[in-house]
């Protein structure tokens, strides 16, 4: 499949967590490497390194949207680092590079990643992350909460644009 064809899944997560989310994370990118698409990040530790070790060790490839000014902030197993030296506000590209994202778990920054997607109509999967409720009740739409790895992609594929 031509890569600009193959569909592009955002991993979005902390990059400070328990063992357990650093586990499903993993098994994510494990996951969406198996299906054939591109693992989008933020290049970084903690959830964004799990989740393309785990697309790595099945031969996926990985897209890393760094926040700062150097490649070598990259973890290891990000094939394609994107510089941009826009500290936080790099997340918006994080989004937009993405056709639906996978939040795992999620501190702030997620929660930011969560709510820029959904201005963006980019389809968002909940992997134990934060729970939404828009102002009138209800969940907004776009945002589905599943529970397992292997669910948050195959939903995340069905909704990728």
Not at 2 to 26: F, H, K, Q, T, Y
Not at 28 to 53: H, K, N, P, S
Not at 64 to 73: N, V, Y
Not at 141 to 159: F, N
Request: with cysteine; charged share 15%; hydrophobic share 45%.
């Amino acid at each position: 499949m031509n890569l600009a064809n193959r569909p592009r899944i955002g991993v979005m997560g902390p990059s400070e967590c328990a063992a357990e989310i650093l586990d499903l994370a993993r098994e994510t990118g494990r996951i969406i490497a198996r299906r054939g698409a591109i693992l989008v990040c933020g290049g970084g530790c903690g959830v964004m390194d799990a989740a393309a070790e785990g697309a790595k060790s099945e031969g996926g490839l990985t897209i890393g949207i760094l926040p700062g000014a150097s490649a070598a902030e990259a973890n290891p197993h990000i094939d394609l680092p994107i510089v941009t030296d826009m500290g936080n506000a790099r997340n918006v590209i994080n989004v937009l590079t993405s056709q639906a994202v996978i939040a795992i778990a999620g501190g702030p920054g997620t929660l930011s990643e969560i709510a820029l997607a959904l201005k963006c109509r980019v389809p968002v999967v909940a992997l134990r992350s934060w729970s939404i409720v828009a102002p009138g009740g209800g969940v907004p739409e776009g945002y589905i909460a599943v529970s397992s790895p292997e669910e948050a992609v195959d939903t995340a594929l069905g909704l990728a644009r």
